[in-house]
């Protein structure tokens, strides 16, 4: 069995453009490969278990994309420059209802993640991310654009970055 971890963003859920889903259900997902941003505050961040930032594909040209075929995936990436043959990426597998490719699978598990941002006692950002087991992929998630009532001593905000799916890839 081939598991792949999935990222189904927040904006995705939000704008309903992906089939609700729950544990052990078949779904086709439209996949891109995001490459990780650089950014060493949001590329250091703990990933849950599970959630692997390599993608081990064969790269072939896609229009004015790259087309990513890996071990029972297909995705489009936005190559910085022409790409032909094997590639070994640092990036995230993500839902792209619109321009992704193809990938079919049984859902595993699905894991709601929350990112936190505050500022320590030295006035250092800090950037936490938690996963919660869900059953379903929920209908709304919280973007982090309500405030929170009440006054802490702490500026704490919160939103939640999407859902990791854990597919079981080759099921018919």
């Known amino acids: 069995m081939r598991s ?30 995001v490459e990780r941003s650089g950014n060493p505050t949001l ?12 993608v081990e594909a064969s790269a072939t040209p896609h229009g004015g994309a790259v087309a990513l075929h890996g071990d029972g995936f297909r995705a489009v990436w936005d190559a910085p420059r022409p790409v032909t043959g094997p590639v070994r ?6 839902v792209d209802p619109l321009d992704g490719l193809e990938t079919r699978g049984r859902i595993l598990r699905l894991r709601l993640l929350t990112e936190t941002v505050r500022e320590d006692t030295a006035g250092e950002r800090v950037v936490a991310l938690t996963a919660r087991d869900l059953s379903a992929i929920p209908k709304a998630v919280d973007d982090g654009s309500r405030e929170a009532a009440g006054d802490t001593a702490l500026d704490v905000r919160t939103r939640d970055r999407g859902v990791l799916l854990d597919v079981e890839l080759g099921v018919a």
Not at 10 to 29: E, K
């Open 4 to 33: 792949l971890p999935i990222l189904l963003p927040a904006a995705v859920i939000r704008a309903r453009a992906c089939p609700l889903a729950s544990i052990r259900q078949i779904r086709t997902w439209r996949l891109r490969f």
């Open 43 to 54: 590329d250091d961040l703990p990933r849950p278990a599970g959630w692997s930032d390599v």
């Open 89 to 94: 990426l640092r990036g995230d597998l993500v």
